[in-house]
């Protein structure tokens, strides 16, 4: 079988414009062929001018090929930038640095703060080191911890409270922890990996005619944020042989160089700071 002989997935966004675009081109065929059949199987180059004219006069002519395109531009913009309030595992995720977000206790964006506009690389970045069917495994699971937890009386469900005790809940905690373990990993190559994600944020910003940019001082802040658990792990010897056991003692070695990094860059940055805060004082 050929790849234009492949047929097509029962319900897909492939199959729902393919569905669309046949009904426009049937139409448009029926049209000559009753034109035809009208003039003795004879057709012109005008009568078929003069039925793509018709066409044209048709408002609704593509509003089955237009839903179809809205229904799934909708549902992919929902998944690629989960809503904090519907998606537990999107807000359990950004819970780690929201305090890091302009509005909250970072301040606006001229004093540090990250836009909210690099969520949505954010979580490309996450599906691109952890993998989109361990994350879809992993949401599965938290969703599963969720509707476990809810009764008829909770009406707590987008409450601050309630998103602490979720993150609180250990089940949780370890999911949400190992995708940042995950993430950890894949900054054996600090340097490299660190431009590669300063990179991927600023191309893939939606700016709406703002010139912020995701710096590197922006990318250590978030990181050292993100990283927190996993750091508080490696400082617990039983811990941290927990975690060797669960992923191999290679690795854990490979966390602790990661983090090691991540201190120097930290360092450098308070020095920047203090250094800044100095040329901003008093003369």
């Known amino acids: 079988m050929t790849i234009s002989e492949m047929p097509l997935a029962p319900d897909s966004f492939k199959k729902r414009h393919h569905d669309a675009a046949w009904a426009v081109l049937e139409r448009f065929a029926t049209g000559l062929a009753d034109k035809a059949r009208s003039q003795g199987n004879a057709i012109s180059v005008e009568d078929i001018h003069k039925a793509l004219v018709s066409l044209k006069a048709q408002p609704n002519l593509f509003d089955d ?8 531009v909708t549902a992919a913009n929902a998944r690629r930038t989960p809503s904090i309030r519907n998606d537990p ?7 780690r640095f929201a305090h890091l977000l302009e509005g909250r206790e970072a301040g606006d964006l001229e004093h540090g703060a990250l836009s909210r506009e690099m969520l949505h690389p954010f979580f490309q970045v996450i599906r691109m080191m952890v993998g989109a069917d361990t994350i879809e495994q992993i949401d599965s699971e938290i969703r599963a911890i969720v509707d476990t937890h809810a009764h008829e009386e909770d009406e707590m469900r987008d409450a601050t409270d309630y998103w602490d005790h979720l993150s609180a809940n250990p089940l949780v905690s370890k999911q949400i922890t190992m995708v940042f373990v995950r993430m950890a990993m894949h900054f054996a190559d600090y ?14 910003i939606h700016r709406n005619g703002s010139s912020w940019e995701f710096t590197e001082d922006h990318f250590i802040k978030l990181i050292h944020a993100m990283f927190r658990d996993v ?23 490979v966390l602790r160089r990661v983090m090691a990094h991540l201190d120097r860059d930290i360092a450098a940055l308070h020095n ?9 004082g008093p003369a």
């Open 272 to 280: 920047r700071e203090a250094a800044a805060w100095q040329n901003d």
């Open 191 to 204: 340097q490299k990996r660190k431009n590669w994600f300063i990179q991927l944020v600023n191309d893939n």
């Open 65 to 72: 090929a237009w839903h179809a395109l809205e229904t799934e």
């Open 231 to 253: 750091r508080t792990i490696l400082s617990s010897p039983e811990r941290s042989a927990l975690l060797a056991a669960e992923i191999d003692h290679d690795k854990v070695a």
């Open 89 to 95: 595992f999107g807000r359990l995720l950004v819970s």
